[in-house]
């Protein structure tokens, strides 16, 4: 009666899925909030953990492509500075449409940006901003709309993946004057009125963040602006003073400015194009993309884009609030890593000095958010967007022979060091043992093998190449105290450290173990048990030590102590992903460690706004407390998440705590993403199907909303799934039945 009553429930979802599929797939982007997370956060944790950064997810309601290579943003905020948005819900002036490369949800900068700002009335070069109201907006993925009752204007602005095009409707006879700045803190950039031509060009240029910070990236943000109307009135300003000239370079507050007169219902339209390798560039990828001015026709492709990306996943619920919170998650999942090369496949050298080079084919891509998005948001792509995830790992491996060194978090086309580990290892080796592989891949762990065993030069080790303080890790097995990690931008950190590395020499075992280098994976395999040097076993908690052996003595496991990483001891003690087994024998076995797990939760210890902490609610699924898995779970996704604009819990992270949420709801969680095993909760919609790039679906169902004991957890109708399934079961397609 099993395997019939399977069979009948297969047939019925086949008959209903694909009938619901073609029904929502062209609506699923109306789901999409892109004001969620614009506002200060409302969630528990932000409360509890939320000092600072943690109370601003810094999401930014973007209209654009999945992963493009700008993003288009109503601008609130003027400056590029360090953690501050180019858009808060709670501001009311409003400063134009910035071309922003912001990191969705981070608490980075922006950089080669540049703002458009239509205004009406006399020319005024003083005049930054207008009042506007969130009543007058719209905002979807694919489209923007503001109206200006005192501008008497609407301004309207869709996008392809390195272009825009925008609409400004004349509610009253005025004339209408748009300026444009290059939104450099530093008085620097360029910007140039050609009449002739009728199109307007510049660039701001790129400077550095975190090691290195202030020299400059070796790239600019290009710009090319046309109209479809002629104007007459043009010239350029540094500051709120005109220059007498149709250029202007290297000033502060530099601009240009065109100006029309225009009749009541009239329209003025301009197209924008962006490069990171060329004015001429950017012109091309504007006329490859908009190769006309029908604004609806480039709207209604937006939306398809769209529409077909977010159908990867169907969700079917009666509450349409979860659905809303589902797929603003996956649109916020979308958005980095950032497209870098041009249509024809030019794109500016890694770490380079102005250098561009040339693709033989697929796309480069950069903005890799590495200790965030390694956890959740790329093992997501992984499984529905494989294709996306080679040119990822292609774009890595590009940046390890240019730069010499595989980048630890590659951002602004350049070395950061950012973060902790050495998480591009981590990433590559997911992929290679999920199966995706269409890339070199001895050159890939080549690179990786680099990281792992070598000491850069002093010269590029302070340029940020190569592992921090490798030398200390290879010595001791951990990093002592009295190591501080100089020439990183976040110093000390070494349990963290410590943790994080040994995580990854576990991944690149794998890999070293799978390409049969036996005398590598033999090293690897050992160093992945490193962690175990810095469990306090007499205090129960990963600890600081010396190199003489002791350990820290002025201890506390839920203080944020300087050897750990945006956390304290207790969350941090949980990262070991790659040996949860080994970890649970070193707490003392399994009744000790869910005890752990519980003190944990109990004493409001877990931080969801901290990624090293996110895969702690699955750990109860180790020691077969399936239900303890559940109930925190669904805790989490109901506490942490909203639909509104305070609906995120602390920085989004280039979409990491966005990505949690896909997968959670779904009921699978990579807790090792180089592993390919999801561990498996009850899941938060009744109806859920994954579309695959090899063509299978994967659904995932459940038959009673009360929570299922896992043995009744069904793999095809027929295999029974204790707390784990494999990355392969799910790629062949089939059914996850709970009942």
Same mark, same amino acid.
């Given at each position: &009666?099993?395997?019939i009553?399977?069979?009948?429930?297969?047939v019925?979802?086949? &008959?209903?899925?694909?009938?619901?599929?073609?029904?929502?797939?062209?609506?699923?982007?109306?789901?999409v909030?892109?004001?969620t997370?614009?506002?200060?956060?409302?969630?528990?944790s932000?409360q509890?953990?939320?000092?600072?950064?943690?109370l601003?997810?810094n999401?930014?309601?973007?209209?654009?492509?999945?992963?493009? @290579?700008?993003?288009?943003?109503?601008?609130t905020r003027e400056?590029?500075?360090?953690c501050?948005?180019p858009?808060?819900?709670?501001d009311?002036?409003?400063?134009?449409?910035?071309?922003?490369?912001w990191?969705?949800?981070?608490c980075?900068?922006?950089?080669?940006?540049?703002?458009?700002?239509?205004l009406?009335g006399?020319?005024?070069?003083?005049?930054?901003?207008?009042?506007?109201s969130?009543?007058? !907006?719209q905002? =979807?993925p694919?489209?923007?709309r503001?109206?200006?009752?005192?501008?008497?204007?609407?301004?309207e602005?869709?996008?392809? !993946?390195?272009?825009?095009?925008?609409?400004?409707?004349m509610?009253?006879?005025d004339?209408?004057y748009i300026?444009?700045?290059? %939104?450099?803190?530093?008085?620097?950039?360029?910007?140039?009125?050609?009449?002739a031509?009728?199109?307007?060009t510049?660039?701001?240029?790129?400077?550095r963040?975190y090691?290195?910070?202030?020299k400059?990236?070796?790239?600019?943000?290009?710009?090319?602006?046309?109209?479809?109307?002629?104007?007459?009135?043009?010239?350029?300003?540094?500051?709120?003073?005109?220059s007498?000239?149709?250029?202007?370079?290297?000033?502060?507050?530099?601009?240009?400015?065109?100006?029309?007169?225009?009749?009541?219902?009239?329209q003025?339209?301009?197209?924008?194009?962006?490069?990171?390798?060329?004015?001429?560039a950017a012109?091309n990828?504007?006329?490859?993309?908009i190769?006309?001015?029908?604004?609806?026709?480039v709207?209604?492709?937006a939306?398809?884009?769209?529409?077909?990306t977010?159908?990867?996943?169907?969700v079917s619920?009666?509450?349409?609030?979860?659905?809303?919170?589902?797929y603003?998650?996956?649109?916020h999942s979308?958005?980095q890593p950032?497209?870098?090369?041009?249509h024809?496949?030019?794109?500016?050298?890694f770490?380079g000095?102005?250098?561009?080079?040339?693709?033989?084919s697929?796309?480069y891509?950069?903005?890799f958010?590495m200790?965030?998005?390694?956890?959740?948001? =790329?093992?997501? =792509?992984?499984l529905?967007?494989?294709?996306?995830?080679?040119?990822?790992?292609?774009? =890595?491996?590009?940046k390890?022979?240019?730069?010499?060194?595989?980048?630890?978090? /590659?951002?602004?086309n350049s070395?950061?060091?950012?973060?902790?580990?050495?998480h591009?290892?981590?990433?590559?080796?997911?992929?290679y043992?999920?199966?995706i592989?269409?890339? #070199?891949i001895?050159?890939?762990?080549?690179? @990786?093998?680099?990281?792992?065993?070598?000491?850069?030069?002093?010269?590029?080790?302070?340029?940020g190449r190569?592992?921090?303080?490798?030398?200390?890790?290879l010595?001791?097995?951990?990093?002592?105290?009295?190591?501080?990690?100089p020439?990183?931008?976040?110093?000390?950190?070494q349990?963290?450290r410590t943790?994080?590395?040994?995580?990854?020499?576990?991944?690149l075992?794998?890999?070293?173990?799978?390409?049969?280098?036996?005398?590598?994976?033999?090293?690897l395999?050992?160093?992945?048990k490193?962690?175990?040097n810095?469990?306090d076993?007499? $205090?129960?908690?990963m %600890?600081?030590?010396?190199a003489?052996?002791?350990?820290y003595?002025d201890?506390?496991?839920?203080?944020k102590?300087?050897?750990?990483?945006e956390g304290?001891s207790?969350?941090?003690?949980?990262?070991?992903?790659?040996?949860v087994?080994g970890?649970?024998?070193? @707490?003392?076995g399994p009744?000790?460690f869910e005890?752990?797990?519980?003190?944990?939760?109990?004493?409001?210890?877990?931080?969801?706004?901290?990624?090293?902490?996110?895969?702690?609610?699955?750990?109860?699924?180790?020691?077969?407390?399936y239900t303890?898995?559940?109930?925190?779970v669904?805790?989490i996704l109901?506490?942490?998440? #909203?639909?509104?604009?305070?609906?995120?819990?602390?920085? #989004?992270?280039?979409?990491?705590?966005?990505?949690?949420?896909?997968?959670?709801? &779904?009921g699978?969680?990579?807790?090792n993403?180089?592993?390919?095993?999801?561990?498996?909760?009850?899941p938060?919609?009744? %109806?859920?199907?994954?579309? &695959?790039?090899?063509g299978?679906?994967? $659904?995932?169902?459940?038959?009673s909303?009360?929570?299922? /004991?896992?043995?009744n957890?069904?793999?095809?109708?027929?295999?029974?799934?204790?707390?784990?399934?494999?990355?392969a079961?799910?790629?062949?397609?089939?059914?996850?039945?709970?009942r």
């Open positions: &009666m099993g395997n009553r399977y069979i009948i429930i297969t019925i979802m086949g &008959m209903y899925l694909p009938a619901a599929n073609a029904q929502v797939n062209n609506k699923l982007v109306y789901y909030n892109p004001l997370g614009t506002a200060a956060s409302t969630t528990l932000s509890t953990h939320g000092a600072g950064t943690e601003l997810a999401t930014i309601p973007a209209v654009t492509l999945p992963f493009a @290579m700008t993003q288009w943003v109503p601008q400056s590029e500075q360090k501050l948005a858009y808060y819900y709670k009311n002036m409003f400063y134009g449409i910035r071309g922003t490369h990191l969705s949800g981070s980075t900068q922006d950089y080669g940006s540049f703002t458009i700002l239509p009406t006399k020319l005024s070069l003083d005049k930054r901003s207008v009042p506007f969130h009543q007058q !907006e905002s =979807l694919h489209y923007y503001l109206t200006l009752p005192q501008q008497h204007t609407v301004t602005i869709t996008a392809t !993946e390195r272009s825009a095009i925008m609409r400004i409707t509610q009253k006879t004339s209408l300026y444009i700045r290059p %939104n450099s803190d530093a008085g620097k950039g360029y910007i140039h009125v050609d009449l031509k009728q199109e307007i510049g660039y701001n240029p790129v400077h963040i090691q290195g910070r202030g400059p990236a070796g790239f600019n943000g290009y710009f090319v602006i046309r109209f479809n109307k002629s104007f007459v009135v043009r010239g350029c300003f540094s500051g709120n003073t005109a007498g000239s149709d250029s202007i370079n290297n000033q502060k507050e530099l601009g240009a400015y065109i100006g029309f007169a225009l009749s009541k219902n009239e003025v339209s301009l197209q924008t194009g962006t490069s990171f390798t060329g004015i001429d012109r990828n504007l006329i490859h993309e190769p006309n001015w029908n604004f609806e026709q709207k209604s492709a939306a398809a884009t769209w529409n077909k977010l159908s990867k996943i169907i619920d009666k509450d349409e609030k979860k659905k809303r919170i589902f603003t998650a996956l649109y979308f958005q950032r497209l870098f090369s041009d024809n496949g030019t794109y500016p050298v770490a000095n102005y250098q561009v080079a040339q693709l033989s697929g796309s891509y950069d903005d958010s200790w965030d998005i390694f956890r959740a948001q =790329l093992p997501l =792509l992984e529905i967007d494989t294709k996306r995830v080679n040119d990822f790992v292609r774009s =890595l491996i590009l390890s022979a240019q730069g010499g060194w595989l980048p630890n978090f /590659p951002c602004w070395y950061t060091t950012a973060m902790v580990g050495d591009g290892t981590a990433f590559i080796a997911s992929a043992q999920k199966g592989r269409d890339y #070199d001895q050159q890939a762990y080549n690179a @990786m093998r680099k990281n792992a065993f070598d000491i850069p030069s002093t010269e590029a080790y302070k340029d190569g592992r921090r303080s490798l030398a200390s890790y010595q001791y097995g951990y990093y002592p105290l009295e190591d501080s990690i020439d990183a931008f976040h110093v000390k950190e349990v963290s943790l994080e590395y040994t995580y990854d020499d576990d991944c075992a794998g890999m070293a173990l799978a390409l049969n280098k036996q005398e590598d994976y033999a090293i395999s050992k160093r992945g490193n962690y175990r810095v469990f076993s007499a $205090r129960g908690f %600890n600081g030590r010396y003489n052996g002791n350990f003595k201890f506390d496991p839920d203080k102590l300087f050897f750990i990483t304290t207790r969350q941090y003690s949980f990262f070991v992903p790659h040996d087994p970890l649970i024998a070193l @707490m003392g009744v000790s005890h752990a797990l519980d003190e944990l939760f109990d004493t409001g210890q877990y931080w969801h706004g901290n990624e090293p902490g996110q895969q702690i609610p699955f750990l109860y699924n180790y020691v077969k407390a303890k898995t559940h109930k925190q669904a805790q109901s506490s942490q998440y #909203d639909d509104g604009p305070g609906g995120l819990s602390g920085n #989004d992270d280039a979409g990491q705590v966005s990505a949690w949420y896909v997968l959670a709801s &779904m699978i969680y990579p807790v993403p180089a592993s390919q095993q999801y561990a498996v909760t009850t938060l919609f009744n %109806n859920i199907s994954l579309q &695959m790039e090899n299978q679906q994967f $659904r995932i169902s459940k038959q909303l009360h929570n299922i /004991p896992t043995g957890v069904l793999l095809n109708g027929t295999q029974q799934i204790d707390g784990f399934i494999d990355h079961a799910i790629v062949r397609g089939g059914s996850l039945i709970f």
